[in-house]
C-alpha cells in the first residue's frame, strides 16, 4: 500500500474524470473504479500538500456508513473488488482507498443537513436570520444545537468554483418538487440516524452533505462519499459548549489555519501547509475513523 497517493495514475481503465480529491474511471459501461486520493480541499482550494492515511480513512468511513445507513436508501457499492479490476502494477494504488461503484445519473446538488450553527450557516444566520430561506430563532449562539434539523441544499460548482447555497423553492423547480422532497426526507432521515449513532461514540454531527444519483430505473441512490471528515462537521461530545467553534475532527482545522494566513483570498494558488498542520490534520482524521467504526 502507498504510503501517501496526491494522484492516482491507472491506464488499465479510461478516466472519467479529476475531482477536488477523487478519480472516478470506467469498468466497463455500467461501473465506476472511484479512488480516493489524500489531497484534501478547503474553500474549495485543492492544497498542494497531501495528507497522510486521509484516502484509506474517507473510504473506510464511508463504506461503514454506506453500510449502517442501506435499510434508509440504496448506495452505489457493487461489492467487487478494486484490486480485480486494474492490473498488477496498480494494485498498490487502490487498496484501502477505492471502491467499485454503480455508474448512475448524478444529481448536481448537495443536499446539506445543518444539525448545530456552524460555519457558512453561522455567518447567514448572523446576516440575516435564517439559512437558506429557512428562518431561524433570534439569539442563537455559534455551535448551537438548531431545534431541529435542516435541510439546505447547494447547487455543485465547477472545479476550483465554490458551491452556492440556495433555498428549497429553487431545488424544486430546477429538479422537480417530488424528486426534491424525496432527496430532502431522505437526507434527515440519513442525519437523524447517523447523528444518534455517532452521539454514542462521542462525536456530534454537526452538519454533513449528501450526494444522490438516479440508476437506469430512475431509482435514487447515495452516491460519493457519505458522513466523512471531508463531507461533515465532526465534534467531540467532550468540552461542547456553544458560543464558540469547537474543536474538530474534520478539516475545519486546516480552514482554521488557512484563515489565519495574511493576504490568502481563498483562491489558488494556495498556501503551503506546516508539517506539523499535515500532521495534526491525519491525526484527527484518523482519531475520528476509530472511534465511529471501532
Not at 478516466?15 to 459501461?29: C, H, P, Q, T
Request: charged content about 25%; aromatic content about 8%.
Amino acid at each position: 500500500m502507498t504510503e501517501t497517493l496526491y494522484q492516482s495514475d491507472i491506464s488499465s481503465l479510461p478516466l472519467i474524470g479529476r475531482g477536488k480529491v477523487r478519480e472516478n474511471y470506467a469498468v466497463g459501461d455500467d461501473k465506476l473504479l472511484i479512488v480516493t486520493s489524500d489531497r484534501l480541499s478547503a474553500f474549495d482550494v485543492v492544497m498542494s500538500e497531501a495528507i497522510p492515511k486521509k484516502g484509506q480513512v474517507l473510504n473506510r468511513m464511508s463504506n461503514f456508513w454506506f453500510r449502517k445507513l442501506e435499510s434508509i436508501v440504496a448506495n452505489h457499492l457493487t461489492g467487487i473488488e478494486p484490486e480485480s479490476v486494474v492490473s498488477e502494477r496498480e494494485r498498490s494504488q487502490v487498496q484501502g482507498r477505492a471502491v467499485v461503484a454503480k455508474r448512475l445519473k448524478p444529481i448536481m446538488l448537495e443536499a446539506v443537513v445543518r444539525g448545530y450553527l456552524a460555519g457558512s450557516g453561522w455567518k447567514e444566520y448572523q446576516a440575516t436570520g435564517s439559512i437558506c430561506g429557512i428562518r431561524l430563532p433570534s439569539g442563537l449562539r455559534n455551535a448551537e444545537r438548531l431545534p431541529e434539523p435542516i435541510f439546505t441544499p447547494a447547487r455543485k460548482a465547477a472545479l476550483g468554483e465554490h458551491d452556492e447555497n440556495v433555498d428549497f423553492e429553487t431545488i424544486s423547480k430546477e429538479i422537480g418538487a417530488s424528486l426534491a422532497e424525496k432527496i430532502r426526507s431522505i437526507s434527515l432521515q440519513l442525519y437523524r440516524a447517523a447523528s444518534d449513532y455517532a452521539a454514542t461514540r462521542g462525536i456530534l454531527i454537526a452538519d454533513t452533505k449528501f450526494e444522490f444519483g438516479l440508476d437506469d430505473q430512475g431509482e435514487l441512490v447515495l452516491m460519493d462519499e457519505v458522513l466523512t471528515a471531508d463531507s461533515s462537521r465532526f465534534w467531540p461530545v467532550e468540552g461542547y459548549a456553544p458560543g464558540a467553534n469547537p474543536p474538530s475532527f474534520d478539516k475545519q482545522f486546516v480552514r482554521d489555519y488557512l484563515e489565519s494566513v495574511p493576504g490568502w483570498m481563498k483562491t489558488a494558488p494556495p498556501p503551503r501547509l506546516p508539517p506539523e498542520i499535515v500532521a495534526k490534520t491525519s491525526a484527527k482524521y484518523c482519531e475520528a475513523l476509530e472511534r465511529l467504526t471501532c
